[in-house]
């Protein structure tokens, strides 16, 4: 990779310039195994002293049907950058000792993940835990002497007694294994459990004066009591625990303050707490005492970043874009910290000192890049030049376009328009919606799906628009609750109203259009092939819901149904009925692609056959693939390249075809 050098100009038109490189070859479409051997920059962390931020890439093992990730290191000054972990497993999760003569990051090298530490300078990588279950979660202490660490309970001597008489079962809401926290002496490799109680634990922090740990608990480890999570105290020392948070809904994400007198967390302060509503910001003495909300006035849902001398970092969702926001505890007053509104930024992580912060960085021109800034002025220095993958690709444009639902709502969505797009000229129209509701999509140079070939489908001359459909997340609360006792029925409106404004515009031929999505993409496309199936020439449903009983009854988050439909089966059967597409079947017209993961536990199976039958039973063309050992998600390329293909052959099929 190649240096790049300071710059002082605001970050779009950093991209441009970046992006305005001549291509000495024509440009040619990607190829799905191109796009799925992207290499992608993450985890940046950034060394105290702000001279040298680690990072990982990932790489795509076709051998080992795997995706695999190295640490790298890029120098802030220099902008050179070097690999410094190697090997055939991958590793991950790097992070500077406070000292910065360390890094120590996450492996499996052996059965298990243990944390491991390495010197920048090179060398081997030394193991520092030898957990049983493996090593979770873990934070170097303020003095670099000791690292806390999570590590999952193993079965009990009773479940492994049971298992041997009767082989493998499960017995239902009992069978939890806890997560707890372990401390380690960097010196002696020696570890202690810290947590005892009948609760597992997720994130956590040091004290600045690294003699106790708070950390978040919740009841179990079942994702649907993540309502429950509760903050605590453990004194290093002795194991002492006390509680700190524990009102209702969820509390989680601990932050101290450089004092330690207080301890900033995210919380739903709702009772009862629901997926679509706002979180907050919210602090209280690290004594215990009252809680003061810090974020009431941000009608958006902050990610706690850091807490530094000069006030609170959190990063947030606005729009289609995302941005690093500091907030004074005091005054409870927030910036937007990054200039530029056109960005999307992410990964933050600060100098000692927070002058400096490192984060990924891309925006509607620009291929996602390592970079880093001062703090003062947020003038970007782009490390990587990742980039540089894509070039010579026949490639659209992304660019954010508004229009008005059935109700009146304004709905923003990411239109790709093809290359070589020519105004006046009518082109076929792909929908991919994506998943949540609480997702959003976003305008980028290069749409990098891993499900859905949106790059190739440009070079065949084709719009892609990407809904931010009612629920989706960067508008506000109010926007994020339109769905409620409405989904399906007005998440199709937006679609549909979606459709019609570009086809009123010229730019969309109705005769051509086709939808798909997966997980609640996939359930928006299910509702769209039952219910208003005649304007669509192909569809396809990726882990999607088709019948909302089905889902309550089979699915790991039992508490979304009854949020959002405000309702369970048997208290309101109507409403189930209204939103599930499976009550519109006979409506059902256009060739239906099922794509669903075998041992998906979030939608579960069930779904994707129930509405198989249903469309066969209508004359419907249908196939349903099923992905074999995966859940509710393809995490393998090979997976994915299957995926691909069957939704390029299916639109193939049914779309592009000539009429």
């Known amino acids: ?97 406070p000292d910065g003569r360390w890094l120590a990051f996450t492996a499996d090298r052996g059965s298990k993940t243990q944390v491991y530490r390495i010197s920048p300078l090179g060398g081997e990588a030394e193991a520092l835990t030898a957990a049983d279950e493996g090593a979770g979660g873990f934070a170097w202490s303020p003095d670099g002497r000791s690292i806390a660490y999570t590590m999952t309970d193993p079965k009990s001597g009773a479940q492994k007694d049971r298992d041997k008489k009767y082989g493998e079962l499960e017995i239902v809401d009992q069978d939890f294994r806890m997560t707890h926290l372990y401390m380690l002496d960097v010196a002696t490799k020696a570890s202690r459990r810290l947590t005892e109680d ?43 625990l006390r509680a700190l948070v524990t009102q209702d809904g969820p509390d989680s994400n601990p932050v101290w303050s450089p004092d330690g007198r207080r301890i900033a967390f995210q919380t739903a302060m709702a009772n009862p707490w629901n997926y679509f509503t706002n979180g907050f910001i919210a602090s209280i003495p690290s004594a215990g005492g009252a809680i003061d909300v810090l974020t009431k006035d941000f009608d958006e849902n902050p990610q706690l970043v850091a807490w530094a001398p000069s006030g609170i970092f959190f990063a947030a969702a606005q729009k289609t874009w995302s941005h690093l926001f500091r907030l004074d505890p005091a005054t409870k007053k927030f910036t937007r910290v990054n200039p530029a509104v056109e960005t999307i930024l992410s990964g933050f992580s600060f100098s000692g000192d927070f002058s400096s912060v490192a984060f990924i960085l891309s925006d509607a021109k620009t291929y996602p890049e390592l970079a880093m800034a001062p703090v003062s002025t947020m003038s970007a220095k782009v490390l990587t030049t990742l980039g540089a993958q894509i070039d010579g690709w026949a490639l659209g444009t992304s660019e954010v376009i508004s229009w008005k ?31 949540g509701p ?64 570009l086809v009123a515009q010229g730019l969309a031929d109705n005769n051509r ?97 129930e509405l198989y039958q249903g469309l066969q039973d209508q004359g419907v063309p249908v196939k349903l693939i099923v992905y074999k050992g995966f859940g509710h998600g393809l995490t393998k390329p090979k997976a994915n390249r299957a995926a691909m293909e069957h939704n390029l052959e299916w639109f193939d099929r049914y779309l592009f075809r000539e009429n």
């Open 1 to 97: 990779m190649r240096p790049t050098g300071w710059t002082t100009v605001p970050l779009l038109l950093v991209f441009a310039a970046l992006s305005a490189a001549p291509r000495a070859q024509p440009a040619k479409p990607p190829t799905i195994d191109q796009l799925l051997e992207l290499k992608r920059a993450g985890s940046p962390a950034m060394s105290p002293d702000g001279r040298t931020v680690a990072y990982t890439i990932r790489e795509t093992d076709w051998e080992d049907d795997a995706y695999e990730t190295q640490i790298w290191l890029a120098d802030t000054t220099s902008g050179e950058t070097r690999q410094l972990t190697r090997g055939s497993k991958p590793a991950s999760a790097p992070a500077w000792s």
């Open 198 to 240: 009948a609760f597992t634990v997720s994130q956590f922090a040091w004290s600045p004066d690294g003699k106790s740990i708070a950390f978040d608990h919740r009841l179990n480890s079942d994702p649907g009591v993540g309502g429950s999570a509760d903050i605590s105290i453990v004194t290093v020392a002795d194991g002492k």
């Open 405 to 435: 639902s059935v109700d009146g709502t304004i709905i923003e969505g990411a239109l790709h328009k093809p290359a070589g797009f020519q105004p006046g000229t009518r082109y076929p129209l792909l929908v991919v919606i994506h998943g």
């Open 438 to 501: 609480t997702g959003v999509s976003r305008p980028a140079k290069l749409v990098a799906q891993s499900t859905y070939p949106i790059p190739i489908w440009q070079a065949r001359g084709a719009l892609v628009l990407e809904p931010n459909y009612r629920g989706s997340a960067g508008y506000g609360e109010k926007f994020r609750s339109l769905n409620v006792r409405n989904l399906g029925v007005g998440d199709a409106w937006d679609v549909i109203s979606g459709i019609d404004s």
């Open 513 to 609: 259009v086709g939808a798909m999505g997966w997980s609640q993409g996939g359930y928006i496309s299910a509702f769209l092939t039952t219910h208003d199936s005649a304007r669509f020439k192909a569809i396809s449903v990726g882990a999607g819901i088709s019948d909302w009983m089905t889902y309550y009854v089979n699915t790991d988050i039992h508490p979304f149904t009854r949020q959002y439909l405000k309702a369970t089966p048997w208290d309101d059967p109507e409403i189930y009925a209204k939103t599930s597409p499976m009550t519109y079947i006979k409506g059902a017209k256009a060739p239906t692609l099922i794509q669903h993961g075998e041992l998906d536990r979030r939608v579960p199976i069930p779904n994707a056959y």
